[in-house]
């Protein structure tokens, strides 16, 4: 009897490996892959959630983006819902991407326990394997600065189902994403902020752009399944900054030394101050002089005159007399 029932088990093996092959070869040809998390049909509503937990201060402000590929996902741009955020300004007309932001310094988002960032649909429009990265430019609490302890996932929903949750975010690593849009805030790859996470110093990869944060390691992507990490190089940064400090001491030097020649230059403002002024008071000193002057001589030239009438007025009289004997 035993003998019988192995050669049945073999060829009812043998069977169930070949129909899970024919399965898999029309699931494959009829669905798109999702972050190798989740697979939908084409025509299906794919959810793509963003969940926020952990955070070590209140939210004050947010810039960030998600990417995907537009040849087998559509964005739907009016699906875009936040649960924490008011007043959001978002553009989801872009070929790849949707973006939003969002800033209020009087309330706060609270995100130390999970709740939604961010969600927008897609429909797939086309079946084979496909990408949905995020990439947060500014991340900050209400002390301006990036946030150093939080935890970011992920949920997959089809036609309103979730069909994976609580995956790591897959970050954007194109070089032309993550140099233009890096900001203050650092991507970790495993989601998870500096002071929470269990990778600590060197073991705590991020892809970062060309911005210098003020860390000693960033992450290189060299392609998109391998991650290498590199040291920065901070000593050019630090000549750079030295060279400059010794240019501008320099230029300070240089002008003092001009202002100095062209004070010795110029005797015309020194000579005004100083010796002008005596001659001007000599001037000042010198004009009652003339002016007195032809006051004493007019006096007594003038009482002269005044005395001197009488006189010939006399004479006028003698006259008068003499002719009238």
């Known amino acids: 009897m ?48 963003l969940y926020l937990s952990d955070a070590d201060d209140p939210v004050e402000g947010i810039q960030m ?5 537009p040849d087998y996902l559509t964005v739907d741009p009016e699906s875009l819902t936040y649960e924490k955020f008011d007043g959001v300004v978002q553009n989801a007309d872009n070929e790849n991407f949707v973006t939003f932001n969002w800033t209020d310094i009087t309330n706060l988002a609270d995100f130390s326990s999970k709740a939604l960032l961010v969600s927008v649909d897609f429909t797939v429009t086309q079946a084979g394997s496909a990408e949905i990265a995020e990439f947060i430019q500014e991340l900050y609490g209400d002390d301006m600065t990036y946030l150093k302890a ?26 032309d994403i993550i140099n233009n849009r890096q900001g203050g805030f650092i991507n970790y790859l495993d989601g998870m902020g500096e002071e929470n996470s269990p990778n600590a110093g060197d073991d705590h990869d991020a892809v970062i752009g060309d911005k210098e ?6 992450t290189e992507v060299v392609n998109a399944n391998e991650v290498i990490d590199v040291e920065s190089d901070s000593s050019v940064s630090k000549y750079i900054i030295i060279a400059a400090v010794v240019i501008i001491i320099a230029a ?21 101050g100083g010796e002008d002024v005596p001659q001007l008071e000599n001037e000042i000193e010198a004009e009652p ?37």
């Open 289 to 325: 002089v003339q002016e007195s002057a032809p006051d004493v001589e007019d006096v007594p030239q003038n009482d002269n005159e005044i005395e001197a009438e009488p006189e010939q007025e006399n004479a006028a009289d003698g006259d008068t007399e003499v002719l009238t004997e």
């Open 213 to 218: 944060l003020g860390t000693m390691y960033v």
């Open 252 to 272: 300070i030097v240089v002008v003092l030394i001009l202002m100095n020649k062209s004070k010795n230059n110029q005797p015309a403002d020194n000579s005004f």
């Open 150 to 175: 939080y935890t970011l996932t992920y949920d997959i929903s089809v036609n309103g189902e979730v069909v994976s949750s609580d995956n790591t975010p897959v970050i954007a690593t194109d070089d």
């Open 65 to 69: 983006y998600i990417y995907y590929d």
């Open 2 to 49: 035993l003998k019988k029932t192995k050669p049945f088990l073999v060829i009812l093996c043998a069977a169930a490996l070949l129909l899970g092959c024919t399965v898999t070869a029309f699931a494959t040809d009829d669905e798109l892959e999702i972050n190798s998390v989740a697979s939908a049909a084409v025509g299906d509503t794919v959810t793509y959630s």
